[in-house]
């Protein structure tokens, strides 16, 4: 399971870049001056390409165009210049992620003549993006693929038709997400990958605005939509055949326990006696143990009728997406998970105004007391511990996502639900 590794490797790499953001104060102290001569729109040169941000590059072609797909290439059409202008991008927003950005297909754009005629004439733009993340894992799935995409269709398609081409798409990638993907659009998706005609489009887009997971506050294009109105597009996409909202009908409050008895590291090792406390303080506990081929539909149905959902930080809490706004995500934060915790879920939770709150597990609640003793720099100071192993590497993964395991203090934890209770029972009653 390395990607695990790797997404954790790079969200420290994100880390890294986002302390600086905050010290920067302004947004373009990311930008390079050098690639902003591609990002200029004179009328003669129909390719427009933005290489000015760290996570993405973008590039459109704002006419007629003609795409091959045997070599990925998007020609302008009806174009005449002496010069032939020719761009090439990796449409995924992870620029910085070289490991990622290799599995990633090329696409070129030229001004130059087509080398096959028009076989499909399409009336709406295209868009094309790359579905070649850490395949398989929830988190990015929706961080650098989904999250991005709703971004970009906002920020420039506004309520226009638009056709989707997909490169580095699997075929179960497809199929998990298909509901997602109409709701995106109505028209058949083109597989760049295997797709042998030539389709015509009146402009193309190729890249995603990726979501800076870091910057809390204000957002820096003022068009993109919160991540509370991505909420309500998954509401559209899978609840759409619940006559009426289930939360109401129920008299104690739903706590979802999503454990982790499918994924590495980071289980509660006394899981079965958490719920009976949760139990005693109110709950009705359904536990959950999502795996990647849950299909959306049924964990959107179980999480979205919740109150509550509890969990360890890890890719599964990615559910928290499907949370009704005004529930209560509890996020369990291991030793050292701190920086990880916020970034990946944190931020996001509270900007879809779910009523974010975060266990910080103590040093006696961690397995890796068993192994190192409760004195030691790897427990009691893992800022320290990360800055003297020279941050995260497989080592130190290896160490705190893969290794450690939560002994919760049901004392302590019991407050906690308690607190969790009130907040779900003031939804609730809210709801009506
Ligand atoms: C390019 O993108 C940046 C954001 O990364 C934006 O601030 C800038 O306005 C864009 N430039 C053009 C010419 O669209
Ligand atoms: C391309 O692959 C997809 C997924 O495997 C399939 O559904 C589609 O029919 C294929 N298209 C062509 C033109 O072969
Ligand atoms: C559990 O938490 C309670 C309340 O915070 C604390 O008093 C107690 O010492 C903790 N128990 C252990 C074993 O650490």
């Not at 795409?67 to 995924?92: C, M, R, W």
């Not at 506004?158 to 990638?173: C, G, K, P, R, T």
């Not at 509890?310 to 949370?323: D, I, R």
């Not at 998970?337 to 931020?347: D, I, K, P, S, Y």
Request: charged content about 20%.
């Amino acid at each position: 399971m390395n990607f695990i590794l790797f997404i954790y490797i790079n969200l420290d790499y994100i880390l890294l870049i986002i302390i600086t953001s905050v010290a920067g104060t302004t947004f373009s102290v990311f930008l390079d001056p050098q690639s902003q001569e591609h990002a200029h729109s004179d009328s003669a040169c129909p390719i427009i390409c933005n290489r000015s941000h760290r996570s993405y590059d973008i590039c459109s072609i704002n006419g007629p165009t003609i795409l091959d797909p045997k070599v990925s290439t998007f020609y302008a059409i009806g174009h005449t210049s002496s010069t032939t202008q020719v761009e090439k991008v990796k449409p995924y927003p992870r620029k910085w992620d070289i490991f990622r950005m290799s599995q990633i297909t090329e696409v070129t754009l030229a001004s130059g003549p087509p080398r096959a005629p028009c076989m499909v004439q399409h009336n709406a733009p295209a868009l094309l993006f790359s579905a070649g993340g850490y395949s398989g894992d929830f988190f990015t799935d929706f961080s650098d693929e989904f999250i991005p995409l709703f971004i970009t269709i906002n920020s420039i398609y506004s309520s226009e038709d638009l056709i989707l081409v997909i490169s580095n798409a699997h075929d179960w990638w497809t199929r998990r997400y298909a509901d997602l993907l109409q709701t995106f659009s109505k028209y058949p998706i083109i597989n760049l990958d295997n797709d042998t005609t030539t389709h015509c489009f009146p402009s193309v887009t190729i890249g995603l605005i990726s979501l800076d997971l870091m910057s809390a506050g204000p957002k820096p294009r003022p068009n993109s939509k919160t991540i509370s109105h991505f909420h309500a597009l998954l509401d559209k996409t899978y609840a759409h055949n619940h006559p009426s909202n289930p939360t109401s009908l129920k008299s104690r409050p739903q706590l979802v326990l999503a454990g982790r008895n499918n994924a590495i590291g980071r289980v509660i090792m006394n899981q079965a006696k958490v719920k009976k406390v949760a139990e005693e303080e109110g709950f009705d506990v359904i536990e959950f143990e999502p795996k990647y081929a849950t299909p959306l539909r049924e964990a959107y149905a179980l999480v979205s009728s919740s109150h509550v959902m509890v969990g360890v930080h890890g890719a599964a809490l990615t559910h928290f997406l499907f949370l009704q706004p005004g529930s209560v995500f509890m996020q369990v934060v291991p030793i050292g998970t701190e920086q990880l915790a916020e970034v990946c879920f944190g931020n996001l939770a509270r900007d879809m105004g779910l009523e974010y709150m975060e266990y910080k597990i103590g040093v006696e609640e961690s397995s890796l007391v068993d192994k190192y003793g409760k004195d030691a720099m790897v427990l009691r100071d893992p800022e320290a511990f990360l800055k003297k192993k020279g941050g995260w590497s497989s080592g130190t993964v290896e160490t705190y996502l893969k290794k450690q395991n939560v002994r919760l203090n049901l004392t302590r934890f019991r407050g906690y639900l308690k607190k969790a209770f009130v907040k779900a029972k003031a939804f609730m009653d809210e709801e009506g």
